[in-house]
Every structure is written in structure tokens, then in C-alpha cells.
């Protein structure tokens, strides 16, 4: 099955610098690589999602890059502020529709 | 409000015991997914089904069992309960890739079980 690795474990950087999380998984056929965000108390939530045929995503001061050759992706955070301060996960997802996560990132942004 | 319902929220129990939590998934989605995320860890995939039939297992111990039911909302059991078992196990559903979905997962706010 899928194996996802993630890293940093922990992140802290100081508010309005640049955070960047990456992963790796292991399943060529994985097509669909989401990242979530978890608050304190809650379940994860999606805050921004590529698939295997785009290279690179942006949406506001959150950007997906991915490189299929070297089966791995990250997670870019500009201008950091302390409510970016969370659990992230990436995930990836197969053909068989089953998706697996890493093990989190904490990330901490300092005012 | 993602629109997934688990419950109970909460839940304390003692060793050997059985429970069960439910998850109701958001209105058309036909999948649905347990994972356990114990402290400070990451989410465990457990397993996923997909209207009814389950379609993958994961990291899932065979004290543990699961069910999604026709009306769609899905029962996992967890028995002869030991300490590690505690943790928080969260249900998500989605619509399946190939039927016009994106694939992404919604996840319900999570049932927290401390076994002692």
C-alpha cells in the first residue's frame, strides 16, 4: 500500500516568514495529493489540493508544488501569521481511492 | 461545519469493554473512512467503504470491526478494549473519484475514547 513521509515533525518561524513542509510517498499510481490543516479540538480540514497532472497550485499565501519523477510534493505558507499555527498533514490517494496520510507537521508561527 | 456527525464525542471506559461509534456521512457521499490519530500522532488509516461494502483496510486491529449500513452512515466496534486503544478516531466522507467528485475527504470533529 501507499506509505507517505512527512517533515518537518515540528516548524517555527517567525510571523510573516515563509514555511515549507514536504513529503514523499511511495505509490506511483497515487494521482491525488491534498494537504489539511488541524486546529486544536477539530477534525483535519482541506486547505488546498494537486493532482498528478499539474505541476504546481497556488491559492493565496498557500502553494502546492509536485514532482511526480521524484514522488514527492510540498506545502508553501508566505507571510506567515500566528492563526496559520496548526497540525498539517499531506496525504496522497491512489486508484484505489484509499488515502493515506504523514504524520504531521506542527507548525508555529511566532508574532 | 463539514457536515459529518460522529458520536459520541466523548466517551471514557474501562478495560475489556466494548464500544461503538457512529459516524453519519454528509448527504450524498457514499464513502466513508475511519482513521485513529492517538496523541500527538498522525492519522492511522483503519478502513473505508464505499456504499456498503468495504473496499480497504488498513492498520486496523481485529478486535475492531466496522460497518456502513444502507442509509449510509457507518458503526465502528471496538472491543475487548486495552489502554493503547485510547485516542481519537475520526470518520470522513467523500464522493468517489470517477462519479465527480474531487476525492477530497471531510472529516467530522472526531470521538475521543479514554480507555482506563
Known amino acids: 500500500g501507499e506509505n507517505v513521509e512527512q517533515h518537518p515533525s515540528t516548524l517555527s518561524v517567525q510571523e510573516g516568514d515563509s514555511a515549507v513542509i514536504k513529503c514523499t510517498y511511495s505509490?506511483?499510481?497515487?494521482?491525488?495529493f491534498p494537504w489539511y490543516k488541524q486546529e486544536l479540538g477539530k477534525g483535519p480540514q482541506l486547505i488546498i489540493d494537486?493532482?498528478?497532472?499539474?505541476g504546481e497550485k497556488k491559492d493565496q499565501r498557500i502553494a502546492v508544488t509536485l514532482n511526480k519523477t521524484a514522488k514527492h510534493f510540498s506545502l508553501h505558507i508566505t507571510e506567515t501569521q500566528p492563526e496559520d499555527s496548526a497540525v498539517y498533514f499531506c496525504?496522497?490517494?491512489?486508484?484505489?481511492?484509499?488515502?493515506?496520510f504523514g504524520a504531521g507537521t506542527r507548525l508555529t508561527v511566532k508574532p | 461545519d463539514s457536515g459529518v456527525t460522529q458520536t459520541p464525542k466523548h466517551l471514557i471506559t474501562a478495560t475489556g469493554q466494548r464500544v461503538t461509534l457512529r459516524c453519519s456521512p454528509r448527504?450524498?457521499?457514499?464513502?466513508v473512512y475511519w482513521y485513529q490519530q492517538s496523541l500527538d500522532q498522525g492519522l492511522q488509516f483503519l478502513i473505508h467503504?464505499?456504499?456498503?461494502?468495504?473496499?480497504a483496510k488498513g492498520n486496523i486491529l481485529e478486535r475492531f470491526s466496522a460497518q456502513q449500513f444502507p442509509d449510509l452512515h457507518s458503526e465502528l466496534n471496538l472491543s475487548s478494549l486495552e489502554l493503547g486503544d485510547s485516542a481519537l478516531y475520526f470518520c470522513?466522507?467523500?464522493?468517489?473519484?470517477?462519479?465527480?467528485?474531487?476525492?477530497?475527504?471531510?472529516f467530522g470533529e472526531g470521538s475521543r475514547l479514554t480507555v482506563l
Open positions: 505509490d506511483s499510481a497515487s494521482n491525488y
Open positions: 494537486i493532482r498528478s497532472n499539474v
Open positions: 470522513a466522507s467523500s464522493v468517489m473519484v470517477g462519479t465527480g467528485g474531487t476525492g477530497e475527504l471531510f
Open positions: 496525504a496522497a490517494k491512489g486508484n484505489n481511492n484509499d488515502m493515506r
Open positions: 448527504s450524498g457521499d457514499l464513502s
Open positions: 467503504y464505499y456504499n456498503g461494502e468495504e473496499r
